[in-house]
T-cell receptor, first 113, second 112 residues
Framework: DTAVSQTPKYLVTQMGNDKSIKCEQN?????MYWYKQDSKKFLKIMFS???????INETVPNRFSPKSPDKAHLNLHINSLELGDSAVYFC????????????FGSGTQLSVL | GDSVTQMEGPVTLSEEAFLTINCTYT??????LFWYVQYPGEGLQLLLK?????DKGSNKGFEATYRKETTSFHLEKGSVQVSDSAVYFC???????????FGDGTTLTVKP
């Protein structure tokens, strides 16, 4: 069983489209995250939710909207996609918000043409 | 705020060479320290961790010691293999509302 699973693995789309990425964790963790990794492998946090409540919202364009229907799921919806949104997006979870290790999904490679 | 400075890459070594990837940090409080590894096409996975000063984390032949006096957590391995080729990230635990701080990553390539 995959601990943190995200779909799709690859997403190729045109500029201006709207797309969603889904994430689910079966670890019973309270906290989930979205990270963006650029082509140089730099990793940047975007959002964090604890028990369905938003706790971290970094400087991310409001075209990006996370949604957490329950603590096992954290989805990412992106409106009006731009070329600069091309990256790998990682979902992660941890037992709680705090000083603990993160469990990452395998990533969604988004390519905006 | 918290920050992590990691040795710049890429690093290329021959098989069985000694590896050191430097990592220093600035932090308020007493965060846990982590090394994550990312193999090609995969997500990050925990390699090792240390939760307090002088702790040594170890896994798969890799080691790192939490040095509070030098604010460092350098990653070492005595003899690297081709299969160790990956990107390595040093990170501070998220003591501030769960926000972990990652270094920029160091790409390691090991040649046979």
């Amino acid at each position: 069983d995959t601990a943190v699973s995200q779909t799709p693995k690859y997403l190729v789309t045109q500029m201006g489209n709207d797309k969603s990425i889904k994430c689910e964790q079966n670890l019973g963790h309270d906290t989930m995250y979205w990270y963006k990794q650029d082509s140089k492998k730099f990793l940047k946090i975007m959002f964090s939710y604890n028990n369905k409540e938003l706790i971290i919202n970094e400087t991310v364009p409001n075209r990006f909207s996370p949604k957490s229907p329950d603590k096992a799921h954290l989805n990412l919806h992106i409106n009006s996609l731009e070329l600069g949104d091309s990256a790998v997006y990682f979902c992660a979870s941890s037992p709680s918000e705090g000083n603990e290790k993160l469990f990452f999904g395998s990533g969604t490679q988004l390519s905006v043409l | 705020g918290d920050s992590v400075t990691q040795m710049e890459g890429p690093v290329t070594l021959s098989e069985e060479a000694f590896l050191t990837i430097n990592c220093t940090y600035t932090a308020t409080g007493y965060p846990s320290l982590f090394w994550y590894v990312q193999y090609p096409g995969e997500g990050l996975q925990l390699l090792l961790k240390a939760t307090k000063a002088d702790d040594k984390g170890s896994n798969k032949g890799f080691e790192a010691t939490y040095r509070k006096e030098t604010t460092s957590f350098h990653l070492e391995k005595g003899s690297v293999q081709v299969s160790d080729s990956a990107v390595y990230f040093c990170a501070l635990g998220g003591s501030n509302a769960g926000k972990s701080t990652f270094g920029d990553g160091t790409t390691l390539t090991v040649k046979p």
